[in-house]
């Protein structure tokens, strides 16, 4: 059974960083892709940020050019960063790990908050 614990939400003001930080741990070579989620309040789950097993990264229009995904995978345990800077009150939400394994299995975590204002 795999675990997703994310870790590094908080409150910052406009124009500041976060790092976000999730680890997938529980099978050793389990995990293809590994993504960043958020969902701010009455809005839908939406894609932040993706990276492939070879490294390979892609992001949403709206964080592009200020948000950095890194991946660092270790036998049974697969951790993938989200760097976020120059953060603007409209990324406030709620960020969710996934990690999606090799059989199709997708393994979410319990989500961080981030908040960005004044």
């Known amino acids: 059974q795999m675990q997703v614990v994310e870790s590094g939400g908080g409150l910052v003001q406009p124009g500041g960083s976060l790092r976000l930080s999730c680890v997938a741990s529980?099978?050793?070579?389990?995990?293809?892709?590994m993504k960043w989620y958020r969902q701010a309040p009455g809005k839908q789950r939406e894609l932040v940020a993706g990276?492939?097993?070879?490294?390979?990264?892609?992001?949403a229009d709206s964080v592009k050019g200020r948000f950095t995904i890194s991946r660092e995978d270790a036998n049974a345990k697969f951790t993938v960063n989200l760097q976020m800077d120059s953060l603007k009150p409209e990324d406030t939400a709620i960020y969710y790990c996934?990690?999606?394994?090799?059989?199709?299995?997708?393994?979410w975590g319990q989500g961080t908050q981030v908040t960005v204002s004044s």
């Open positions: 990276i492939t097993k070879g490294g390979s990264a892609n992001y």
């Open positions: 529980g099978r050793p070579f389990s995990i293809n892709d």
């Open positions: 996934l990690a999606e394994g090799i059989y199709g299995t997708s393994y």
